[in-house]
């Protein structure tokens, strides 16, 4: 899952993108809006994490013309303004979600789940399924059958990828942009390297993997 954070305060730029990062998230990073704009413009996110206060563009401006530009990705809209009036101003700008500083970070990590879920239009669903393979996406427990598999956070995040695409081919640039950030070298053989660790853990004693191979276009997870 790729997220953006725009905020120009450094120290809670960096608490966010840590957390995020320890629990498998691919994180960039603005600290005005004219940088966020930059991001969001050309690359695709799952969630972006937008502070209120910025400078350049303020946060406000910044959703509105990321809504004009036709995109829906689920905005999480931090601040310190608490008012009914200022939420609402939020919210009819195109944010779907309001977060008032000081904030936990469960309670972050619980609202991007939340709104992460809502677009793929699976509301209540909390669980990913291919056959007898579960993805709990609030307890990060991987299981086949009865048997609990475990996987790094790396590992988790293109596991949920490729459930959330279960039957489709995901080509490795797919693969990069939602499961590492801005920095991945696309040269490299990373994404390879995490399938075949993938393969190891989930496929057992299968002759054939659940993660097949197409030639020249990407990956596919079997529903089996």
């Given amino acids: 899952m790729r997220v953006l954070i725009v905020e120009d305060e450094k120290k809670m730029a960096s608490f966010i993108q840590r957390g995020l990062k320890e629990e498998g998230?691919?994180?960039?990073?603005?600290?005005?809006?004219?940088?966020?704009?930059?991001?969001?413009?050309?690359?695709?996110?799952d969630v972006i994490i937008l502070d209120w206060m910025l400078p350049k563009m303020d946060g406000l401006t910044l959703c509105g013309k990321i809504r004009e530009s036709g995109s829906r990705v689920?905005?999480?809209?931090?601040?310190?303004?608490?008012?009914?009036?200022?939420?609402?101003?939020?919210?009819d700008q195109g944010a779907d979600d309001?977060?008032?500083?000081?904030?936990s970070f469960e309670e972050l990590l619980a609202r991007l789940r939340a709104l992460t879920r809502r677009p793929r239009q699976i509301h209540e669903q909390t669980t990913l399924?291919?056959?007898?393979?579960?993805?709990?996406?609030?307890?990060?427990?991987?299981?086949?059958g009865n048997e609990?598999?475990?996987?790094?956070?790396?590992?988790?995040?293109?596991?949920?990828?490729?459930?959330?695409?279960?039957?489709?081919?995901?080509?490795?640039?797919?693969?990069?942009?939602?499961?590492w950030d801005?920095?991945?070298?696309?040269?490299?053989?990373?994404?390879?390297?995490?399938?075949?660790?993938?393969?190891?853990?989930?496929?057992?004693?299968?002759?054939?993997s659940r993660i097949e191979t197409v030639r020249g276009s990407g990956y596919r997870l079997v529903d089996s």
């Fill in 25 to 45: 998230y691919a994180v960039d990073v603005a600290s005005d809006g004219e940088g966020g704009w930059d991001y969001a413009s050309v690359n695709e996110y």
């Fill in 74 to 91: 689920p905005i999480l809209m931090l601040t310190v303004k608490d008012t009914v009036e200022d939420k609402i101003r939020g919210l």
């Fill in 98 to 103: 309001y977060l008032t500083k000081p904030f």
């Fill in 129 to 144: 399924r291919a056959g007898n393979l579960t993805l709990d996406l609030v307890s990060h427990k991987v299981t086949i």
């Fill in 148 to 179: 609990q598999i475990a996987l790094s956070q790396k590992e988790f995040s293109l596991l949920e990828f490729l459930m959330r695409h279960k039957g489709q081919v995901v080509s490795r640039s797919q693969i990069a942009e939602h499961v």
């Fill in 182 to 208: 801005i920095h991945f070298d696309p040269m490299s053989n990373t994404i390879d390297v995490f399938i075949n660790f993938l393969r190891k853990k989930i496929d057992g004693a299968r002759k054939k």
